[in-house]
């Protein structure tokens, strides 16, 4: 089963667009929520997912309530208020469904959502000088923590024929 990154209504299209391209690298799903912050269209997603928007496989919801309903799984909250990092979790059983959830890059997940789910908050540790990194940045490393412990399935560890290939450092 793909591991899968929830967005709550993101506000900035580089982000979703480098999010996108995370995706495609690394078969995990995308489910953003609605409202955005921007027109959800090529236009403003190009530059961030270049050529691979067609092969994201991502899902849009109005709300959080639907996407709550049709989606079973084990949820984990992105928070800068949370007190354990990715790895104090154990994301290692690739059968099981996960659910990594990034708030607005504003103003984070609302405080309702965080409380009721105080046993399964994440925060990447960070010193005292900024309140959070990148939201991007921050889908890779959550995503890259649970696809360690799993191994890399269905992952390439090398450059994969279809582009230079393995040994393209070897010749001449």
């Known amino acids: 089963m793909p591991l899968n990154v929830v967005l709550f209504q993101p506000e900035i299209p580089q982000n979703t667009g480098n ?5 495609v690298g690394t078969n995990a799903k995308l489910h953003l929520i609605e409202p955005f912050g921007f027109k959800l269209d090529e236009k403003s997603l190009k530059r961030s997912h270049l050529d691979y928007g067609s ?3 991502y899902q849009i919801y109005p709300d959080w309530e639907t ?14 208020h ?14 099981q469904d996960f659910y990594f959830v990034f708030g607005r890059e504003s103003t ?12 399964r908050l994440l925060r990447l540790p960070m010193t005292d000088k900024i309140r959070s990194l990148n939201l991007a940045n921050t889908v890779c490393v959550v995503l890259y923590e649970a696809l360690r412990q799993q191994g890399y399935p269905n992952l390439e560890l090398a450059e994969p024929l ?6 393209w450092l070897d010749q001449d």
Do not use: C
């Open 19 to 23: 999010i996108m391209r995370t995706a």
């Open 55 to 57: 092969a994201v496989d």
């Open 67 to 80: 996407f709550l309903h049709l989606n079973p799984g084990n949820y984990y909250f992105l928070s800068r």
């Open 82 to 95: 949370g007190k354990k990092s990715p790895d104090a979790f154990d994301f290692s059983d690739p059968n």
């Open 108 to 119: 984070g997940l609302p405080k309702e959502l965080l409380s009721a789910n105080k046993e």
């Open 162 to 167: 279809s582009l230079k290939g393995p040994n």
